[in-house]
């Protein structure tokens, strides 16, 4: 099964290593070597992936999960774009504490004299 173009590119910039891996799938995990380690040289990404019994399968999985990590890492933050409240809601709230307050002030015991 050929990879798609730009998993090509990405292959030629990984370190693919083989391995065998552990868990659950008895003799045929123990014994062979499917598994597989992508590390991007230049950025030091490691993805694995050991789900399927297909070397070149797992190898596929693990560059797609190199290039997704590539993308996030890629992608442009959206500038915070900081807002105030307005002046109407401001002075809302200011008056809806100065009410508060004068209601509290209200429950207090009288000084005595």
Same mark, same amino acid.
């Given at each position: 099964m050929p990879l798609p173009p730009h998993l090509e590119r990405l292959l030629r910039e990984c370190d693919v290593t083989p391995f065998k891996s552990s868990g659950p799938g008895g003799q045929k995990k123990n014994k062979t070597e499917s598994s597989v380690r992508v590390r991007h040289r230049a950025?030091?990404?490691? @993805?694995i992936a050991t789900e399927s019994r297909s070397q070149g399968r797992n190898?596929?999985?693990a560059l797609e999960r190199v290039w997704k990590e590539l993308q996030r890492r890629a992608a442009k933050r959206k500038p915070r774009v900081s807002t105030r409240p307005p002046r109407g809601a401001v002075?809302?709230?200011l008056e809806?504490? @100065?009410r508060e307050a004068a209601i509290k002030r209200t429950r207090r015991a009288a000084p005595e004299e």
């Open positions: 950025t030091g990404i490691t @993805r190898r596929t999985l002075e809302r709230r809806s504490k @100065r």
